[in-house]
């Protein structure tokens, strides 16, 4: 169960990628818009801002939304009692926290990172069933005019530690929550989808792909016809284990009034998902 490799600019795009989603809920992109060499420069100057230390000039804040986030404060999966061994920065749209020591290379990869994921929910309007289209409050490209809530995350798994806590591993098996996320190659392997088979499978990851996958927001407006297909980072072995990884998902966010499913709005979920991120009790 792996996603389909679709090349950006076939005609038949469009309708490969909107099925790939259906059945996988992933797909994967190739010859599309993103400039492989801007990730590629955004992945060394942001490793050299983690591992120099100058990231903790930017610790998150007490909104716990903006900033670096190092790895005692990390994510942990939903259902799970051991923190994500990554560290990672956060920048939204509103942001005023954004480091003088890298260049504004990530801030124009969001902008054209948005741009095409515009166009993929244009894709996914234009080929969802008519029967599924009348469940939704509004089409689904519609759904991120006007939001604040996007965001791109800078990403790194440090090399593995002989003291991570046991049964830690990069990131836990875990769903988005947004509607899309866009993932460019990461510079190592090691993301995996969760088959419906109940099989673990690599999402194909070849240099200047992209992929990208369904979140909750997606699945619960279209009632499972997109899932939000559960996912993880796995630990490396051998020389890998040693070496660092980064990565770039940006999370295409629903406007926060904008009704998902039961009548309740993005912003709703969206409260109720990060109170579960970091490991408390959701109500």
Excluded at 77 to 87: F, Q
Excluded at 154 to 165: I, T
Excluded at 237 to 249: C, N, V
Aim: proline share 7%; glycine share 8%; net charge negative.
């Amino acid at each position: 169960m792996t996603p389909t490799v679709v090349d950006y600019t076939d005609p038949d795009a469009p309708r490969a990628f909107t099925e790939s989603l259906r059945d996988t809920g992933f797909a994967v992109l190739v010859n599309h818009p993103l400039p492989w060499e801007m990730v590629e420069g955004i992945y060394a100057e942001w490793s050299e801002l983690f591992t120099s230390g100058a990231a903790q000039s930017y610790l998150v804040g007490a909104d716990g939304q903006e900033g670096y986030f190092p790895p005692d404060t990390s994510e942990t999966a939903k259902g799970n009692d051991v923190r994500d061994l990554k560290e990672f920065f956060h920048v939204y749209p509103w942001s005023t926290v954004y480091p003088s020591e890298v260049s504004d290379a990530a801030l124009r990869y969001r902008d054209i990172a948005c741009d095409l994921a515009s166009t993929l929910l244009g894709w996914v309007d234009d080929n969802t069933p008519a029967e599924v289209a009348a469940r939704l409050s509004q089409s689904i490209r519609s759904m991120i005019e006007g939001n604040t809530r996007t965001l791109l995350r800078v990403l790194r798994y440090p090399p593995l530690d002989d003291d991570a806590p046991e049964g830690a591993i990069r990131a836990a098996a875990h769903e988005d929550i947004n509607l899309l996320t866009v993932l460019p190659a990461s510079d190592e392997s090691g993301l995996e989808l969760l088959g419906t088979d109940g099989e673990w499978y690599a999402v194909p990851c070849d240099p200047g792909s992209i992929a990208v996958n369904c979140g909750e927001m997606l699945d619960l407006a279209t009632d499972g016809h997109y899932p939000a297909t559960t996912h993880r980072v796995v630990n490396p072995t051998g020389e890998a284990a040693r070496r660092a990884r980064m990565s770039l998902p940006l999370f295409l966010g629903a406007a926060d009034d904008v009704v998902i499913t039961d009548g309740r709005t993005a912003s709703e979920l969206l409260a109720k998902r990060l109170v579960e991120l970091r490991g408390e009790r959701a109500d």
